[in-house]
């Protein structure tokens, strides 16, 4: 398979732009929950859920399982728990965003494929998107496309997301399905070791230099930080744009709020 690093300024020109409705509330991103794994149970997730009652939309930044085939033969019963608490959550009046990480595997493109498939996602975000709120323009991604030196990845990522891999994932049953998936998780994160254990700040300038031109702030997950990047281009020093990772949920349970002025805050659930 040929060589592919993301070109970050044309995904970003073709990006879909994604409104958010119109009123009040807050927009709520929740990043990297790796739900499934002993330290992020379910059950400590849901009730956060519960908790978002004040939410104009919430945006699930990609990572939600350790590892997540999204097709029905294939979920077991800590799925069917989870997608009945985001029911709940839309049945409040909440849309609910999904980006997809790299632990999620099978995805539809469009809202009409999910809903028959009884995925409650109002939009489901691949690669990036532009989300239209309160006047300004935020990016997107998940964030596992950021670092271009992890040539490794980004292949599996293209080869992981094919037709060919979905069909063969099909005819499999589903205990079999989830047990090689989970191998396959393992052994990749055992390669590059060396970039992937080293944090890739170039590769978060390169990306924030690339992909924040016209717009308010970008938010991304994937590295499990809560750190602010500014692009080089940006000379405001307060309150300029900035590139947000979003904090794990996984390690910190926490979320970040994002308000209709453009601030953002961090809340910590316990």
């Not at 978002?52 to 979920?75: E, I, N, R």
């Not at 950021?146 to 049953?173: C, G, H, I």
């Amino acid at each position: 398979m040929a060589k592919w690093r993301p070109d970050w300024r044309l995904l970003m020109e073709t990006a879909p732009h994604l409104e958010v409705e119109a009123k009040g509330g807050f927009v709520y991103l929740i990043a990297d929950s790796h739900l499934g794994d002993a330290r992020s149970p379910v059950e400590d997730f849901l009730p956060m859920l519960e908790r978002l009652d004040d939410a104009a939309l919430v945006v699930f930044m990609g990572d939600l399982f350790k590892v997540w085939l999204a097709l029905p033969k294939f979920w077991d019963d800590q799925t069917r728990a989870l997608l009945a608490g985001f029911e709940r959550l839309r049945a409040g009046g909440a849309p609910i965003w999904f980006v997809v990480g790299n632990r999620e595997y099978f995805l539809p493109e469009d809202p009409g494929t999910a809903a028959r498939r009884g995925l409650p996602f109002d939009r489901i975000v691949h690669q990036a998107a532009v989300m239209e709120w309160a006047g300004r323009r935020y990016g997107l991604t998940h964030g596992d496309l950021v670092n271009r030196e992890d040539s490794q990845y980004l292949k599996w990522r293209r080869l992981s997301r094919s037709w060919p891999m979905e069909a063969a994932f099909r005819a499999l049953p589903g205990p079999l399905a989830r047990r090689i998936a989970a191998g396959l998780e393992r052994s990749l994160a055992n390669t590059n070791q060396q970039i992937k254990i080293a944090y890739p700040l170039h590769e978060l300038q390169a990306f924030a230099a690339e992909a924040m031109e016209g717009l308010d702030g970008y938010f991304i997950g994937h590295f499990h930080r809560d750190e602010e990047i500014r692009p080089p281009w940006s000379v405001e020093e307060d309150g300029g744009p900035v590139l947000r990772i979003v904090p794990d949920w996984f390690g910190t349970r926490k979320v970040l709020r994002l308000d209709r002025e453009g601030g953002a805050e961090v809340l910590a659930f316990s």
